[in-house]
């Protein structure tokens, strides 16, 4: 079995720290380098109901997009949420281990295994690292249909390809505009607009989208929007990334158990469809 060290090394491979945002808080949480490491959990947020799993898992290395601390603490004392965590992890010889914003930049990364969730074919990064000569790396990813659909064929998709959650997909747009491209980003996209219209693409799939960014789009362009659950946008990441450390622990002999939470936590668990159906929703008449 692999020592912690050896695994944290392999994962700074794929997830280098420094593509990172500075604000974030990437890399390992807790954990004792020298530990070993035989069964490892993916999962996108470091919550309890997820350190439980990871408990009950008898894993050894929990690894999540969502960092735990993002802004620093001086506390871990267990009557907080996160402190709990943290007590749970210890007195369980779990290590926790993150990879977000470095994730996402990363080649393939987050946006990557989203278009491949949606059967996208990836053209280039939507907001390309002006440091990487291969012109692979950077935030979001453009994509091509082999064959165009609907918006409503392209939300269908989503619906049924995504993991199941009570927001399902938001769609702003001609349900019947011809879609050719697409923009994904993982996570929150907001950020992304001005991007997004620059590359000049039919469709944005992403999730968190406000009022205001998108009735902006909309009013601007025919640019057309899809905006799922958070949670849901970056969920595929976590079956890409454990394929990732399968083949790493193959080629190194390390026998690692890698496993995928299937644990919601998307915050938001429950939705009141209004009466209107989902056909009438943004459609021209
Ligand atoms: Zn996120």
Same mark, same amino acid.
């Given at each position: 079995?692999?020592?912690?060290?050896?695994?944290?090394?392999?994962?700074?491979?794929?997830?280098?720290?420094?593509?990172?945002?500075?604000?974030?808080?990437?890399?390992?949480?807790?954990?004792?380098?020298?530990?070993?490491?035989?069964?490892?959990?993916?999962?996108?947020?470091?919550?309890?109901?997820?350190?439980?799993?990871?408990?009950?898992?008898?894993?050894?290395?929990?690894?999540?997009?969502?960092?735990?601390?993002?802004?620093?603490?001086?506390?871990?004392?267990?009557?907080?949420?996160?402190?709990?965590?943290?007590?749970?992890?210890?007195?369980?010889?779990?290590?926790?281990?993150?990879?977000?914003?470095?994730?996402?930049?990363?080649?393939?990364?987050?946006?990557?295994?989203? #278009?491949? *969730?949606? !059967?996208? @074919? /990836?053209?280039?990064? $939507?907001?390309?690292?002006?440091?990487?000569? +291969?012109?692979?790396? %950077?935030?979001?990813?453009?994509?091509?249909?082999?064959?165009?659909?609907?918006?409503?064929?392209?939300?269908?998709?989503?619906?049924?390809?995504?993991? #199941?959650? *009570?927001? !399902?997909? @938001? /769609?702003?747009?001609? $349900?019947?505009?011809?879609?050719?491209?697409? +923009?994904?980003?993982? %996570?929150?996209?907001?950020?992304?607009?001005?991007?997004?219209?620059?590359?000049?693409?039919?469709?944005?799939?992403?999730?968190?989208?406000?009022?205001?960014?998108?009735?902006?789009?909309?009013?601007?362009?025919?640019?057309?929007?899809?905006?799922?659950?958070?949670? +849901?946008?970056?969920?595929?990441?976590?079956?890409?990334?454990?394929?990732?450390?399968?083949?790493?622990?193959?080629?190194?002999?390390?026998?690692?158990?890698?496993?995928?939470?299937?644990?919601?936590?998307?915050?938001?668990?429950?939705?009141?469809?209004?009466?209107?159906?989902?056909?009438?929703?943004?459609?021209?008449?």
């Amino acid at each position: 079995m692999p020592r912690l060290s050896e695994v944290t090394a392999a994962l700074a491979a794929l997830w280098p720290a420094s593509l990172a945002e500075g604000w974030d808080a990437v890399g390992t949480v807790a954990g004792d380098p020298d530990a070993q490491v035989g069964r490892v959990l993916f999962a996108v947020d470091p919550v309890q109901e997820i350190v439980d799993e990871a408990v009950k898992l008898g894993a050894d290395l929990l690894i999540t997009h969502h960092p735990l601390y993002l802004r620093g603490t001086t506390t871990v004392a267990a009557s907080t949420f996160k402190g709990r965590v943290v007590h749970t992890l210890i007195k369980n010889d779990i290590a926790l281990h993150v990879a977000h914003t470095n994730a996402d930049k990363a080649d393939p990364g987050v946006s990557d295994a989203l #278009a491949g *969730a949606l !059967g996208l @074919r /990836v053209v280039r990064p $939507l907001v390309p690292d002006p440091a990487d000569p +291969a012109g692979r790396r %950077g935030l979001g990813r453009i994509c091509e249909l082999d064959h165009p659909v609907t918006l409503r064929e392209l939300a269908g998709t989503a619906a049924d390809r995504l993991p #199941a959650t *009570a927001q !399902g997909i @938001r /769609v702003a747009g001609d $349900l019947d505009a011809t879609i050719r491209t697409v +923009a994904v980003s993982g %996570g929150s996209g907001d950020s992304l607009f001005d991007d997004v219209r620059a590359a000049g693409v039919d469709a944005f799939l992403t999730a968190d989208l406000r009022h205001h960014p998108v009735s902006e789009a909309r009013e601007h362009s025919s640019l057309a929007l899809l905006d799922a659950a958070h949670w +849901a946008t970056e969920w595929p990441w976590c079956e890409l990334a454990a394929s990732q450390l399968e083949q790493i622990s193959d080629r190194e002999g390390w026998g690692l158990r890698v496993h995928v939470s299937r644990t919601p936590t998307d915050p938001w668990t429950a939705h009141a469809a209004s009466n209107s159906p989902l056909t009438t929703f943004g459609a021209p008449n």
